[in-house]
């Protein structure tokens, strides 16, 4: 006989754990499926999570029991051409005390504590568990068809929180995979690499559980948009980079082969001196945003996290899992709602949407709507970066000869880089989708 639940959520990351904690709590059986040997088995992101007002609500000061690697108090954006580099440096103290504004994770240790906080509060966790479809009645969805000996199951509402590449989203016919081909995903490659906490911290200039975030722009990606990124955890540094897809298949490059030479780099070589590979990993990230949003709901059926495509990028932020715990939030508010009327209905579960709305996860995602379409501009990976360092380089430099005014110098390091037209219309794509 084919088991069925008050609900179903597939995916046991930050969104789909979210989900299946909200609901169990609130007396619901909940089955909460992971395809990988446990939660965060197959999870992968950058590394840093910024401070989310949802999940302290769900375990109030979750910092004093998470597995948090450090606090991070120094934000920094790089711009790099091959031989040189330009660094803007941000700290602030006051992101070391609690609440933290953002902290270094590992995946695999995190997901895990935090799947188990819904199996404490009642939900069924069931791993190593492929997901190929939904089941329908009629146009409603009514389950799912699992690779597992004991059967399909059967619930009254499934959430998808199945990754940038939801297959259920897809089967359900709230989104269609050419639509990913119109929009920006990247791939990215990560490392952990070993190195011991002494080291990290004169290195990185902090104190213990104190840590740094490092983006790079420019030569790392070779002229491909996309983005590297070193973060620092207790004993070993989160190395990586995010690359537009199509871009890589265009212009032949492996991200492993680019990962490689950003290592080589002189800014970069000495930062990562003596550290050992750990462990490698790799997934898909949307990067469209608000515009590359599937509809969020149907009959019996929503869909959060990265699978709705919920991850906030503007080039300076790079934010997911916060958005992603207020999805799974959100939704499982919606299916308590549902539940409580007992109508699982597409008009019924777009109280989701509304709270989603009301949130500041489709507030921000909306007003950064234009930031995908500006950070596909080839020169903000190019000549930008470029025209920083010579910048700086001729500003400088001692040969002996006169000096020049900063409009001298900034002409100096542009020409032939860029014209005052394009920069201009640069400034104008950069104002829409940022201020």
Not at 172 to 192: D, F, N, P, Q, Y
Request: net charge positive; aromatic share 8%; with cysteine.
């Amino acid at each position: 006989m084919t088991e069925k639940f008050d609900a179903i959520v597939v995916g046991a990351g930050p969104a789909g754990t979210t989900a299946a904690l909200v609901m169990a709590r609130a007396g619901m059986k909940v089955a909460l499926i992971e395809r990988g040997a446990y939660p965060g088995a197959k999870n992968m992101f950058g590394g840093v999570f910024y401070y989310s007002e949802v999940l302290n609500q769900l375990i109030p000061e979750f910092w004093k029991e998470a597995p948090i690697e450090r606090h991070i108090v120094r934000r920094v954006t790089t711009f790099m051409t091959p031989q040189a580099s330009v660094s803007m440096d941000y700290e602030n103290s006051n992101f070391g005390k609690p609440p933290y504004n953002g902290v270094t994770l590992l995946r695999s240790r995190f997901d895990r504590w935090y799947a188990q906080k819904a199996v404490d509060a009642g939900a069924l966790l069931v791993p190593e568990t492929v997901v190929d479809d939904v089941i329908r009645d009629g146009q409603r969805v009514i389950g799912i068809k699992a690779r597992r000996d004991q059967g399909d199951l059967l619930a009254d509402v499934v959430i998808a929180a199945d990754g940038v590449n939801s297959l259920l989203a897809e089967k359900a016919g709230l989104k269609k995979s050419k639509e990913l081909r119109r929009h920006s995903i990247s791939v990215t490659a990560k490392e952990i690499l070993s190195l011991p906490s002494e080291t990290i911290e004169e290195r990185f200039n902090c104190a213990a559980d104190e840590g740094v975030a490092i983006d790079f722009l420019g030569a790392c990606t070779q002229g491909i948009q996309g983005a590297a990124f070193i973060y620092t955890n207790k004993s070993s540094l989160s190395l990586g980079m995010a690359t537009d897809l199509n871009s890589l298949r265009e212009h032949h490059i492996s991200i492993a082969d680019l990962v490689e030479s950003f290592k080589e780099h002189p800014s970069v070589k000495r930062l990562v001196k003596g550290a050992t590979l750990k462990e490698y990993s790799g997934h898909l990230m949307p990067e469209g945003g608000y515009k590359m949003m599937p509809k969020l709901y149907g009959d019996g059926i929503l869909v959060a996290g990265d699978a709705a495509a919920m991850v906030f990028y503007t080039g300076l932020s790079l934010e997911g899992v916060n958005f992603a715990i207020a999805s799974g939030f959100y939704a499982g508010e919606a299916v308590k709602a549902a539940k409580a009327k007992s109508d699982f209905s597409a008009a019924s579960l777009s109280h989701y949407q509304k709270l989603l709305e009301d949130s500041f996860v489709l507030k921000d995602l909306k007003s950064f709507r234009s930031a995908s379409s500006m950070l596909a501009n080839k020169r903000f990976y190019t000549v930008y970066p470029d025209f920083l360092c010579t910048m700086m380089e001729n500003m400088f430099k001692v040969d002996g000869k006169p000096r020049k005014r900063m409009w001298g110098l900034m002409r100096q390091s542009m020409k032939g880089k860029i014209s005052m037209m394009d920069l201009a219309k640069d400034g104008m794509q950069a104002r829409k989708a940022l201020l």
